[in-house]
């Protein structure tokens, strides 16, 4: 006890005397209260009080003993169960294929893999209904078929999987990248058969990886707004849509912050389990670079099995975009065929405002929100001051809270002075920088646990100080872990409904929140015109972005998801 | 203001090959099984309101009675009270029940939508405008106010399609159709609200298990 | 004094345990000297390293840097430089690049940083390589860059952390004796941290031995390998038998020592003061033992010959079963033992080195 003590109040005193670091850490502690923390916490009061402001159990009461609400969240539940696991089955057998065998168009594939992170969700639920509906191209057209069950289970479940299969293939191909090639050429040289090789060495290597991937889509899953918003009728209620609905339908703020904070609870203990649980267990069999195998791992035929079904999601995939270009040319979506450039003309005229609205906050928040993640990687790796494991914690945790929470939170918290700022431009940008920070902090994290700290102990000795280190070492070494950071923002950013749609007025407007309303006043064909027009503007920016980033790539050879 | 309606898809019609639907009995035929859609009571004032229209017409008892027969032909309660119009234009579902602005949008596109007014009758919605109280541009809110119910705001409402009804009679209506043409129904507002959520938990007892 | 540590003590928390890392360690270096940590993994001599450096802060205890007291100064603070043993280049810097980062940091007119870049490259040999980049340069060289970049600093004092331990031994032999040259040349105080004994033998002025964070034994190689202060030290350091024994007489320069299962009483030296039937160790090192005659004796059978070329290793074991190691140099004009071969070995007093037991 006595030493502990010592060793905080020695802590405590380097600290001292690094003046410029205790202030960065404050300053930082400081917003992330105020900007994840207290939302939050608005959000729990809020549920937690009756009509005078007492504490009271009233609105938890009603609805845990309402039946519909119950329903909605053993759906919520079972949708998110099931996403994951097919979802990480897909991911893992996408991720297996290009990792450990030599099929073509490998490019290709992972370029569709993460097609899907670039659209508004509901959009792609829409095209679900296209392409499987009682009018669907596949399954009406080509067979015939008019009862495939779009809507509940069926229909939200594939729209999910589609929609979160780039999260589970970024994670696996990660994991599977890491995973030395001669730990497999070390047990086919005892003998081992492919099969058990795959069984005994890559499977089990790749468990906490598939694990943490699961916990991931579960919460990705639980949270997801737009598709169930179409695909999920009355007779399939989910918590996510049923939280929206309370505040816009029914103006039961009480009520859909219970629904909330009902939906935050699973979301939270899965966090926590793949936080704390299987990230414990994650096994590192490569330091730095990675080398490839000269065995082939998978036998011809399985390899060409294994190439057609990463074939058909991909083209599945292919399918559902198409079917959106489709609907932005046409004058009908589905219904009238001709040609027409009208659909964005109606963009350009009406859509003007928000897309320049929507550019200047995601342009804003993504850089802010990037730098920032890099900076408390560096903090939480490379620094040893008191409140270091609730700094990683509190800067992760907006990870596991659904948007549909944060939209509430902020609200709630920011609607009254000192800090008036509903309906302002403020408030976009701060909820998107602190909602995606996560996938900075973490990549920042993963990538500089690869570097050799003794690389930037090297620059300390030399009379480098904090900042010093940081920019000249730290952040080429992680570019990378930035640029990833860079790219996930701004796409979120540009895709971001769920907790967007409460903070949109009418001074500040958003592409995604205009594409629903767009949908739902009829114009369907303006809304896949709007929405290609939006995905136009990601690449572009990840182009723009590689190329900038181009001759400031680091010599720390890394596997990075997002190309 | 905005009556309640029915949208059909003509194409879809063919498909299922239905007659186009007159009355609210119509959409009881076993043609258009699966082929309905309307909002979630629970979660839409527009399913609200189609319900109280019905029991204008019918009795509480009897509304419901309605209820559960139709049910056997819907395909889905939307989340949101603009769902069914989605379904409908694209050809998903042969007849929705909402308001009717977004299907005189989808017709307006070039969708095959035509829109029924049932012949029992309609309930209808009046948008209405509020001043907050406490407001920092109270005169200028009323100058909105003012210009919103003259001929002339009344009339770009018209005009610039919103497909919402004016509220003055001496407005040119357009393409509208005449509201003469329309049974119109009115609702004891007082009553709706104070029985809202009995009639919604009715709604879930005995329509929404109905297959 | 250029670099005193007094009564450090690093002791580390984990979840439920405490370990104590460094016990009571207190050191005095002079300028110019080069001293050596010396220790088994996991006898703290890293740690109290990166406590000069300043990566990690002692829990009780100071530090100072030329009479300035540096215990709480950040690593960039002090004037201390540090060769990693991953050498720790900057991968995305050329070898120039790398070496000049301190000059720059430190705000150095260009004039004067080319100057001192282009003086240690010489001295270091790395001309031609300015501007290749770490992946382009083999280990030795990379090294040597590690070796320039801290040197260029002119640092007081230059911490060496195993900083050869990722070369093949042909290397290591001659970049040690180039790391030593260097360090004389500058008369840099240094301290150098490794677990090779051969290492430290061969280039350190003062030699600290540690064993599981406290100081086992300082002094010159000479002394530390002649004369152990303790079992500890006389076993890690080169090749040792124990002969126990009780001290049965004292006199004016010498002890005689008992021991009860050979029955034989041996003659020993010591620079402390031992008292009689006290119980000690007699440290013999395996090359005192000779054919000559000298004023001990011991025999027994030859178990074991390994012929090595320049020696010959041996074992014999005495009539009660102890085994006692021998080498025997130039073997070609000497005898060489046989397997089987019953022998008189005789070692001299100077050679019998006493250590009390308990210690």
Known sequence: MEIANKEFSNKFKSLMKNPSLLILLIAIFVVLFIFIIYPLFKVLIISFTDNNNNFSLDVYKSILSNDYMKQGFKNSILVATLTAVIGTLIGYLYAYTINRTNIPFKKFFRTIAIVPMVFPPFIGAMSIIMLFGFNGLITSKLFGIRTFPVYGLWGLMIAQVITFFPVAFITLDGVLSTISPTLEDAAFNLKASRWQVFTKVTLPLSVPGIASTMLVLFIESLADFGNPLILAGASFPVLSVQAYLEITGMFNLKNGAALAVWLLVPSLIAFILQKYWVNKKKYITVTGKPTTSQVKSVSTSAKWILFTLCMIVSIFIVLIYATIFWGAFTKAWGMNNQFTLDNFKYVFDVGKESIKDTLAIALTSTPISALLGMIIAFLIVRKSFPGKKALEFISLLNFAVPGTVVGIGYILGFNTKPLLLTGTFAILVLNFIFRYIPVGIQSGISLLNQVDPAIEEAAYTLGANDSQVFLKITLPLIIPAFFSALVYSFVRAMTAISAAIFLVSADWNLMTVQILSQTDSGRLSEACAFSVILILLILAFILILKIFLKNKVSLVDNNFGIE | MNPLGVGVNLKVLEQIKAELPKSWADLLKPEFKNMIQYPNPQTSGTAYTFITGLISVYGEDGAMDYLKKLAKNIQSYTQSGTGPSKAVGIGQAAVAIQFTPAFFEFKEQGYPIEVVFPVEGVPYESACVSIVKGAAHKTEANTLIDWLLSKKGQQVIVDEKTYFYPVRADVNFGSLQPLSTIKLISVDEAWAAENKNRIIERWIKEVLPVK | ?359
């Not at chain 3, 040349?185 to 301290?191: F, K, P, R, Y």
């Not at chain 3, 402390?272 to 007699?282: A, G, P, R, S, T």
């Open chain 3, 1 to 359: 004094m250029s670099l005193e540590l007094k009564n450090i003590y690093k002791v580390f928390k984990s979840e439920n345990t405490e370990t104590v890392a460094v016990k009571d360690f207190s050191l005095k270096i002079e300028k110019g000297q080069l001293v050596t940590l010396l220790g088994p993994s996991g006898c703290g001599k890293t740690t109290t390293l990166r406590m000069i450096a300043g990566f990690e802060t002692p829990t009780s205890g100071k530090i100072f840097l030329e009479g300035k007291d540096i215990t709480n100064d950040p690593p960039n603070k002090r004037d201390i430089s540090m060769v990693f043993q991953s050498y720790a280049l900057f991968p995305h810097m050329t070898v120039k690049e790398n070496i000049e980062f301190g000059l720059k940091i430190k705000k150095l007119p260009k004039n004067a940083i080319e100057e001192k870049v282009r003086s240690i490259i010489s001295l270091t040999g790395l001309e031609g390589m300015e501007n290749r980049r770490p992946d382009q340069i083999s280990g030795g060289q990379q090294q040597r860059v590690a070796l320039a970049r801290s040197l260029v600093m002119e640092p007081k004092v230059l911490l060496f952390d195993e900083p050869l331990s990722n070369l093949d031994a042909k290397l290591r032999e001659s970049m040690r004796s180039e790391i030593r040259r260097i360090q004389k040349e500058l008369n840099i105080t240094s301290v150098y941290v490794t677990h090779d004994q051969t290492e430290a033998m061969s280039i350190s002025d003062i030699i600290i031995v540690m064993n599981k964070g406290e100081i086992m034994q300082v002094g010159n190689p000479f002394d530390i390998y002649s004369y152990p202060q303790n079992k500890f030290v006389a076993d890690f350091i080169g090749k040792v038998n124990f002969i126990e024994g009780e001290v049965v007489k004292k006199n004016e320069n010498y002890y005689e020592v008992y021991n009860k299962e050979l029955n034989k009483t041996f003659v020993g030296i010591s620079k402390k003061n031992l008292q009689i039937n006290e119980n000690v160790l007699i440290a013999l090192r395996p090359e005192a033992l000779t054919y000559e005659k000298k004023e001990n004796s011991i025999s027994g059978i030859i178990k074991k010959v390994v012929y090595l070329g320049s020696q010959v290793e041996y074992e014999f074991e005495t009539e009660h079963n102890k085994i006692i190691n021998g080498i025997l140099f130039n073997p070609v004009e000497n005898k060489i033992p046989q397997v089987n071969e019953k022998i008189n070995l005789y070692f001299g007093l100077k050679a019998s080195w006493l250590i009390k037991s308990k210690e």
